[in-house]
Nanobody, 127 residues
Framework: VQLQASGGGLVQPGGFLRLSCAGS????????IGWFRQAPGKEREFAAA????????YYADSVKGRCTISRDNAKNTVYLQMNSLKPEDTAVYYC?????????????????????WGQGTQVTVSS
């Protein structure tokens, strides 16, 4: 599956953005989709993930309560709604897909478990 992230931009602190991850291929609905982010000079970190049918969602502590991940398999798209944005949310955001294997679910925040990555979309939170 090929992925393309979009929706980033410049937003003021306290603002919101909705990121989209569009996938190609009929098998999109069978994959776990995760969002990761990488700030300048820092390692890539997990933000959120959603299982193939949207039945389970996972969040990093840093975004929990402010972000919501969802998916529309009819549109082959996963969304990350980001509210109450903070300057520390500034990063390039990537979406990635992973096979629905038990070992992946046990370590869903591990970037190494994801097979395909989209290009990133820049999110900048600044006044």
């Amino acid at each position: 599956v090929q992925l393309q992230a979009s929706g980033g931009g410049l937003v003021q602190p306290g603002g919101f953005l909705r990121l989209s991850c569009a996938g190609s291929g009929r098998s999109f609905s069978s994959y776990i989709i995760g969002w990761f982010r990488q700030a300048p000079g820092k390692e890539r970190e997990f933000a959120a993930a959603i299982t193939w049918n949207g039945g389970n969602t996972y969040y990093a502590d840093s975004v929990k309560g402010r972000c919501t991940i969802s998916r529309d398999n009819a549109k082959n798209t996963v969304y990350l709604q980001m509210n109450s944005l903070k300057p520390e949310d500034t990063a390039v955001y990537y979406c990635a897909s992973a096979s629905p294997q038990p070992q992946i679910l046990r370590s869903i925040s591990n970037a190494g478990g994801y097979e395909n990555w989209g290009q990133g979309t820049q999110v900048t939170v600044s006044s």
